[in-house]
């Protein structure tokens, strides 16, 4: 398949580009750090240049701003930047035939501690980034055919200036206090898992919303505790709530994955898979 991934640059979009290198596709990073296809996507000029100019067979929408401090202070640039452009892929997926594939999140969801949601659970919208990451759903669902993967995801990024993971390693290299939030739930998933399944998805025609994690609930801090203890790392840690930050979070982000392991014939990796996963990032 011809396949354009946007955000090919970010951390996912990276294990998506080697997923589809293995696979024998013919994938090209679509970013403005991209040197094979700069882009900016919030230019709705580059955007269709570009589908005119390689013609792919899918679009795989991972850019976006995943950072919600971010997201409260620029509510307009997160809007522009992950909801806008997804209205203009609906568009041209629908003059271009494409299949679109737009990246969701799973922060629309709270206050039901480790329970697992479903695709058509009821939302709640706390912040600026789960709206406009709920308006983007909106927009994603008139392309015909689209598949929206609703999904969080952690591992290592090549990028100088690391995500969670990096952060978590630097202080446990360095002795340093971590705050771990005992409230906050999650079916995180590594990386290169979404990105596979992801690709499986694409390959059985699936469309609508899907999600895509893992099959058990855990908190951050069962995370990071596991993570340390798989590198033989200390840990130097103390409780802390979501709830004390300022600006609010969803934190029962559990995952329902029973769609997907339907139409991917398996189960979904669980926690250790993820806590290995995520080690082996770091092992070298």
């Known amino acids: 398949m011809k396949i354009i991934v946007l955000g090919g640059t970010g951390l996912l979009g990276e294990a998506v580009m080697r997923a589809c290198q293995g696979l024998g596709h013919e994938a090209v990073a679509a970013s403005r750090a991209s040197k094979a296809m700069p882009l900016d996507i919030t230019d709705r000029r580059h955007i269709a240049d570009a589908v005119a100019a390689y013609k792919p067979e899918v679009m795989i929408n991972c850019a976006a701003i995943a950072s919600i401090d971010a997201c409260e202070s620029q509510p307009g640039k997160a809007f522009e930047v992950n909801a806008a452009p997804v209205a203009e892929l609906a568009q041209l997926s629908r003059r271009g035939g494409f299949k679109l594939v737009h990246i969701s999140t799973d922060h629309f969801f709270t206050g039901d501690g480790d329970a697992r949601h479903g695709e058509d659970a009821p939302v709640t919208l706390v912040n600026e980034y789960a709206k406009s990451k709920y308006a983007a759903e909106a927009s994603a669902a008139l392309a015909p055919g689209a598949l929206t ?127 290995g996963l995520l080690a082996a990032d770091f092992a070298h």
């Open 149 to 275: 993967v609703r999904t969080a995801f952690v591992g290592r990024t090549s990028a100088r200036a690391g995500g969670f993971a990096e952060q978590v390693h630097a202080a446990l290299r360095k002795g340093e206090e971590l705050t771990l939030f005992e409230d906050a739930y999650t079916s995180l998933l590594h990386v290169s898992a979404v990105a596979d399944a992801m690709l499986r998805l694409i390959a059985c025609k699936a469309a609508g919303i899907i999600n895509v994690a893992s099959r058990d609930v855990f908190t951050k801090a069962d995370l990071i505790r596991a993570f340390a203890r798989k590198l033989n790392m200390p840990l130097k840690a103390k409780s802390g709530s979501v709830k004390s930050l300022a600006i609010p979070r969803a934190e029962s982000l559990g995952l329902a994955v029973g769609k997907a392991e339907g139409l991917l014939g398996g189960a979904m990796p669980g926690f250790d898979d993820t806590v």
